[in-house]
């Protein structure tokens, strides 16, 4: 059973930075592209950032590229994603994602999410 | 910028069927978009529902469908039930690594 556990959310100022990480289970992680969406309150869901399952391959969305860095690390089976320079509009609960297999192009599983906070 | 368009909000009659559409606000959905969609309710994760179109996720029952309908990717829901009443959410996977959201329907059963 598939399994995602995001942590690492927070309250940060303005201009700060913070690493949320995902850990993954139920899967052999090294096989699967993974990805991270955002939900600001009250707000639909926003497509983040996206790594290829060999981590050869990224891309972000226009909002966050520059400050955002997504990785992953196959010996811990864990995605993360280190957010710079952080804005009160970066405010929401952060999910990490599981691709789908090769030549698919969704969202198959999905973590609980973490509340990232930017407020001074 | 690719903007993904669908219903702010929809109401179904319970045992009704619903038809929630995602559109591309120049252009027109195709199957080379992938669509896919989530329903998610208030404090939950997403779950999803129908990806590549049309093909069920796992345990999803067979009265979600997906299709194309004219120039739009569509969400069918047929025998609505009460716990339907859910967030519904469309992708499009644009190329080059870039998957777009749609704003969301507020999905209503009374």
């Known amino acids: 059973q598939v399994q995602l556990v995001e942590s690492g959310g927070g309250v940060v100022q303005p201009g700060g930075s913070l690493r949320l990480s995902c850990a993954a289970s139920?899967?052999?992680?090294?096989?699967?592209?993974m990805h991270w969406v955002r939900q600001a309150p009250g707000k639909g869901l926003e497509w983040v950032a996206f790594?290829?399952?060999?981590?050869?391959?990224?891309n972000y969305a226009a909002s966050v590229k520059g400050r955002f860095t997504i990785s992953r690390d196959k010996s811990k089976n864990t995605l993360y994603v280190q957010m710079n320079s952080l804005r009160p509009e970066d405010t929401a609960v952060y999910y990490c994602?599981?691709?789908?297999?090769?030549?698919?192009?969704?969202?198959?599983?999905w973590g609980q999410g973490t509340l990232v906070t930017v407020s001074s | 910028q690719t903007v993904v368009t669908q219903e702010p909000s929809f109401s179904v009659s319970p045992g009704g069927t619903v038809t929630l559409t995602c559109g591309l606000s120049?252009?027109?959905?195709?199957?080379?978009?992938?669509p896919s969609w989530y329903r998610q309710t208030p404090g939950q994760a997403p779950r999803t529902l129908i990806y590549?179109?049309?093909t069920r996720s796992s345990g999803v029952p067979d009265r979600f469908s997906g299709s194309i309908l004219g120039n739009k990717a569509a969400l069918t829901i047929t025998g609505a039930q009460a716990d339907d009443e859910s967030d519904y959410y469309c992708?499009?996977?644009?190329?080059?690594?870039?998957?777009?959201f749609g704003g969301g329907t507020k999905l209503t059963v009374l």
């Open positions: 992708v499009l996977y644009i190329g080059n690594y870039i998957w777009v």
């Open positions: 139920g899967f052999i992680f090294s096989n699967y592209a």
């Open positions: 790594i290829r399952f060999d981590g050869t391959g990224k």
């Open positions: 590549n179109t049309n």
């Open positions: 994602a599981k691709g789908g297999e090769r030549g698919t192009y969704f969202f198959d599983s």
């Open positions: 120049s252009g027109s959905v195709s199957t080379s978009y992938y």
